[in-house]
C-alpha cells in the first residue's frame, strides 16, 4: 500500500537532547512537508522539500533541521535549540498534478520534552 | 500575506442535522485548490472535499459539499445528515503550486 510512515507515533526525551522524527513515502512525491500542530493553532510549517538535496524554511525554522538525501525520505531533527518543542509533528507530501493536488499526510509523531 | 481564517473555534450539532463550517482566505493568486481536512481523535489527516479555484461548480463528496465565492473568497463546507463519525477538527487549506496554507481549524461535536 502506498503511504506516509512516520516513527515512531509517541517519542520522549530529555530537555538538551537533539531528537530526530522519521517520515518515509513510497508515494513517489516530489514535495515533502514537516508540520507543528499544537492546541488552538492549527498546523504550522516548519521546513519543506519540492526536490532531494533541497529544502526551504517554513514559519517556524528556528530550532529544527531536514536533510533531503533521498526521495522518499524528509527526517526532522529538532535540536535543543527549540524553546517549546513538545507537541504534535506531522509529515506530509505532495505532487502538483492538474487534478490531483493535495497533501496526503502521516499518522504524526507526538513528541514530549521534559 | 495569504491567509485562512476559520472564524467558529467550536460547533455542536445534533445527529442527523446539517452543519455549515465556514472560511475565508487571502490571496493575490488566480491558480490554487482548497481543500477541508478532517482530524479525527486519532489525529490522522483525511482528506474530505477539493475544489480547483478555475471551477465554477461546487465539489459534492456524498454527504459534504462547498459553496465556493471566488470573488468573495469563500469557500464554506456543508455535511448534510450529521453522523457521530463526523466529530472532529476541520481544517480549511488552500494549495498554491506545492505550498499549502491551512486555518486554525473548527472542532466540531456532533451530538446523539
Known amino acids: 500500500d502506498g503511504g506516509i510512515t512516520q516513527s515512531p507515533k509517541y517519542l520522549f526525551r530529555k530537555e538538551g537532547q537533539n531528537v530526530t522524527l522519521s517520515c518515509e513515502q513510497n508515494?513517489?512525491?516530489?514535495?515533502m512537508y514537516w508540520y507543528r500542530q499544537d492546541p488552538g493553532q492549527g498546523l504550522r510549517l516548519i521546513y519543506y522539500?519540492?526536490?532531494?538535496?533541497?529544502?526551504q524554511k517554513g514559519d517556524i525554522a528556528e530550532g529544527y533541521s531536514v536533510s533531503r538525501e533521498k526521495k522518499e525520505s524528509f527526517p526532522l531533527t529538532v535540536t535543543s535549540a527549540q524553546k517549546n518543542p513538545t507537541a504534535f509533528y506531522l509529515c506530509?507530501?505532495?505532487?502538483?498534478?492538474?487534478?490531483?493536488?493535495?497533501?496526503?499526510f502521516g499518522p504524526g509523531t507526538r513528541l514530549t520534552v521534559t | 500575506a495569504q491567509t485562512v481564517t476559520q472564524s467558529q473555534p467550536e460547533m455542536s450539532v445534533q445527529e442527523a442535522e446539517t452543519v455549515t463550517l465556514s472560511c475565508t482566505y487571502d490571496?493575490?493568486?488566480?491558480?490554487?485548490?482548497l481543500f477541508w481536512y478532517k482530524q479525527p481523535p486519532s489525529r490522522q489527516m483525511i482528506l474530505v472535499i477539493r475544489?480547483?479555484?478555475?471551477?465554477?461548480q461546487n465539489a459534492t463528496e456524498n454527504r459534504f459539499s462547498v459553496n465556493f465565492q471566488k470573488a468573495a473568497k469563500s469557500f464554506s463546507l456543508k455535511i448534510s445528515d450529521s453522523q457521530l463519525g463526523d466529530t472532529a477538527m476541520y481544517f480549511c487549506?488552500?494549495?498554491?503550486?506545492?505550498?499549502?496554507?491551512f486555518g486554525k481549524g473548527t472542532r466540531l461535536h456532533i451530538l446523539p
Open positions: 506530509a507530501s505532495s505532487i502538483w498534478l492538474a487534478g490531483q493536488n493535495e497533501q496526503y
Open positions: 508515494l513517489n512525491h516530489d514535495a
Open positions: 522539500s519540492q526536490i532531494v538535496n533541497d529544502f
Open positions: 490571496t493575490s493568486e488566480s491558480n490554487y485548490y
Open positions: 475544489q480547483e479555484a478555475y471551477k465554477q
Open positions: 487549506a488552500f494549495m498554491i503550486r506545492d505550498k499549502i496554507i
